[in-house]
């Protein structure tokens, strides 16, 4: 076995383990790797041994390997902060955005007139530092949602502040999960997805309802 194929074989028991101790069904919860900085080769041998879901954080980066790779064979995740004037190249290389979080970028990804997921992200501890938006954006950003044809509102995501013991994590994940049924209810939608929980805190967010785990250090090893 490659050495991502065995890592590959490591992340999915952990899933399955934390699903098992959740109550959940391990079908439920979509692996995501996480390949910034991880070249088209590596990418493919994490094809090869199964990852159905890439994710990445840089247009350029993310265009190069999906020319090298080829679109269908797998769905294409942007899980990177998009620059408003880079937006327009989202629709050609993704399947899903997780990174929404103005309503100017719902405008302008619906005037494609292209079906597309996205995910709000929400910066859920309230840190300067980070994008996502906060509460009442999120407000903001549903009313727009529910008015579109073409981009379909599926879930939320959220970067729970960094800390030592990802048991610290544990009362981001669980608020995320309490601000998608709060948006479905005010909004009148119906969004599933809940993409949260990276490699060292994964288990703790299927305890809280993760749809979507984006690993990516446990599957490609430290990144240079
Ligand atoms: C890099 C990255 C990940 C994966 O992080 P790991 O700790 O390497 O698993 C997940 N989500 C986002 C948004 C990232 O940029």
């Known amino acids: ?8 074989e490591a992340v ?19 692996l995501i790797a996480a390949a910034k900085t991880v070249d088209a080769g590596r990418v493919s041998e994490a094809i090869s041994a199964g990852v159905r879901d890439i994710g990445e954080n840089y247009i350029q980066e993310a265009k190069a390997k999906i020319e090298a790779i080829g679109p269908a064979r797998v769905r294409w995740h942007m899980i990177g902060h998009v620059q408003s004037n880079k937006i327009k190249y989202l629709p ?11 309503p100017d970028m719902l405008d ?9 997921d996205v995910l709000f992200e929400v910066n859920i501890a309230g840190e300067p530092s980070k994008s996502g938006a906060d509460i009442a954006g999120l407000g903001k950003i549903m009313e727009k949602a529910r008015t579109l044809r073409y981009v379909r509102p599926s879930g939320l995501m959220t970067m729970p502040p960094f800390t030592a013991d990802p048991e610290d994590a ?28 990276m490699s060292s805190d994964f288990e703790i967010a299927i305890e809280e309802g993760a749809t979507m785990v984006r690993v990516g250090t446990a599957l490609f090893g430290e990144r240079s």
Do not use: W
């Open 1 to 8: 076995m490659s050495d991502i194929a065995e890592s590959l």
């Open 12 to 30: 999915r028991a952990r899933i399955r383990q934390a699903c098992e101790a959740a109550g959940r069904d391990p079908g439920d919860v979509r």
């Open 92 to 102: 050609a290389l993704f399947d899903c955005v997780h990174t929404v979080d103005r």
């Open 108 to 116: 302008r990804l619906e005037r494609y007139e292209k079906p597309i």
């Open 170 to 197: 544990r009362p981001f994940f669980r608020r995320l999960r309490e601000t998608l049924a709060e948006m479905n209810k005010k909004y009148g939608l119906d969004m599933k997805e809940l993409s949260m929980g």
